[in-house]
């Protein structure tokens, strides 16, 4: 075989290890769907629920016409109702496909919003931590939290840390 035959037989097989992937997390996204509206029927709940694959996982939302006021209820305090609802909705795609699920699950924009804060205090707190040259340590964090704000620092140009035991683990933005 030559180079270039390698290169395009590698090719089609990456491409369709792709193809595999989006197949099966679109695959998590409906069995989250259906378990989700299952949930929303019980509970007698207006929501639509809305798919999409991003990276390496299935992003599932459920979405309100208006400002409704119960939907919001299913976020919880600091989001920790929701938290609850995504290890349910990622134990019934568990038991359907016998497979660990990474799914994500935002209800009424509140990860879309979280995701936006936390990646201007990671940015904030990687512009302390080159400025004073001091490490900075941050609150405790669940671990979606931690890796939002990793990725800030990282884009930013700076590396970070996780340290402490759940639920106290918390970032360092380490200094240049």
């Given at each position: 075989m030559t180079e270039g035959t390698t290169s395009?037989?590698?090719a089609e097989t990456a491409a369709s290890a792709d193809e595999s992937l989006i197949a099966r997390l679109e695959q998590e996204g409906d069995i989250a769907a259906d378990y989700l509206e299952g949930l929303l029927d019980i509970?007698?709940?207006d929501g639509d629920i809305d798919m999409d694959v991003e990276g390496d996982r299935a992003l599932v939302s459920i979405v309100s016409d208006?400002?409704?006021r119960a939907i919001q209820r299913l976020v919880g305090q600091d989001g920790e109702v929701l938290e609850a609802l995504q290890e349910l909705t990622r134990l019934a795609v568990h038991r359907e496909t016998g497979e660990r699920s990474r799914l994500m699950?935002?209800?009424a924009g509140f990860r879309a919003r979280k995701r936006e804060e936390l990646a201007a205090l990671g940015a904030k707190a990687a512009e302390q931590a080159k400025r004073t040259g001091e490490q900075v340590k941050l609150r405790p964090m669940t671990p979606f939290e931690r890796k939002v704000v990793h990725d800030a620092v990282a884009a930013a140009g700076l590396r970070s840390e996780?340290?402490?035991e759940e639920p106290q683990r918390c970032v360092v933005?380490?200094?240049?």
């Open positions: 395009a037989v590698e509970a007698d709940l208006g400002n409704d699950l935002d209800i996780s340290e402490g933005v380490l200094p240049a």
